[in-house]
């Protein structure tokens, strides 16, 4: 079933994409022609690249700092996963209309030179048709996202990669563990460094792997954050392999060793057939078994009845099931975001 996963995940992204213009004269951008211009910028913002002491690969997190003094007890933090794409918005979530004014986001992600990305670009040739456009980056950090967010894949999750036209191997997954490690030794310690933190206030925040990457965190370390936000979080991926820890964190919980805060959001259609572009009318069967094969609102929805269902300490707490009507998987991370700060400032 995970190889229809993977083309279904295939299908999401190209059929976002506008059709093809029979027009054969090429194309170009209004963001090139204009030379791509960088003019807008965030305040109060810094960026830290480093070499990960972990598992030796380079990263780079954007930090934004309150324009307050800091709480007593220190600022709260929010650790954003896939911090390239989704930084900006967690940002001007917490700051705007005064949500969470006093809140530090740290976007985790990698940085951004031709050094970092044209290797990874190298050892993943041939690229799939999907990336033929994209911005070198943007393909690049694909493929590390996929390695640093996943445990690892089982043969059928390969062969499905494989399928979709990604030219994957183990070696390109199950990077997780290592990560959540580079988290706690070299990414909170470069932020405490900047300013004074409430060490007992932090938070993870992830959507899709990134949510699966949250759930990792909070069976294997729920103590290393105070609020665990999992947005559709990927808990398919091969065959459920993260639940393997569900077991050890309940019992963590029930024996009041363990009292985090966790919120699970998805999207209401993330179980829904996406409109297809004609080139791939031909693989809609496994595409539509794909979809549904993910249960990506079931799979969310049971576990937070699971969790729920323990008797934690005093503090303990699970909101969600949260789903967002008319939402799909590439949209639902927005309204996820907005959640994820009120469920944050209503510590």
């Not at 494989?162 to 490690?181: E, H, I, P």
Request: glycine share 8%; charged share 15%; aromatic share 8%.
């Amino acid at each position: 079933m995970t190889g229809t996963l993977a083309l279904a995940s295939a299908a999401f992204a190209l059929a976002a994409a506008p059709p093809a213009m029979a027009d054969p004269a090429p194309a170009i951008s209004a963001a090139a022609a204009l030379g791509h211009p960088s003019q807008v910028s965030i305040a109060d913002t810094k960026r830290i690249d480093f070499v990960s002491s972990v598992n030796g690969r380079r990263y780079s997190i954007d930090v934004a700092l309150p324009d307050m003094p800091p709480p007593p007890g220190g600022y709260p933090v929010i650790y954003v996963l896939d911090g390239y794409g989704y930084f900006a918005s967690v940002v001007e979530a917490a700051r705007g209309n005064g949500n969470s004014p006093d809140l530090v986001v740290v976007g985790i992600g990698y940085p951004h030179d031709a050094a970092w990305f044209d290797p990874i670009i190298a050892r993943h040739q041939p690229l799939p048709p999907m990336f033929a456009s994209a911005p070198r980056f943007s393909v690049a950090a694909a493929f590390e996202r996929q390695r640093d967010l996943s445990l690892a894949a089982d043969d059928t999750t390969i062969s499905g990669m494989k399928a979709s036209g990604v030219n994957a191997s183990a070696s390109d997954f199950d990077g997780l563990d290592g990560f959540l490690q580079t988290i706690e030794t070299d990414v909170k310690p470069r932020v405490a460094a900047l300013t004074a933190i409430n060490q007992a206030n932090q938070t993870l925040f992830g959507h899709s792997l990134g949510g699966l990457a949250v759930l990792q965190a909070l069976f294997t370390e729920p103590t290393a954050f105070h609020n665990f936000v999992a947005a559709s979080p990927s808990i398919w991926w091969s065959n459920k392999l993260v639940l393997a820890g569900e077991a050890r964190f309940s019992a963590a919980v029930n024996s009041g060793k363990a009292s985090p805060r966790v919120l699970i959001e998805v999207g209401e259609l993330e179980e829904t057939m996406p409109d297809l572009p004609p080139e791939m009318a031909s693989k809609k069967a496994e595409i539509e078994a794909g979809v549904k094969g993910a249960r990506m609102v079931g799979n969310a929805c049971d576990l937070a009845d699971r969790l729920k269902s323990l008797h934690g300490a005093n503090g303990y707490t699970v909101s969600g099931c949260i789903t967002f009507p008319g939402q799909n998987h590439g949209i639902s991370v927005w309204p996820a975001i907005g959640q994820a700060i009120a469920f944050v400032a209503r510590h």
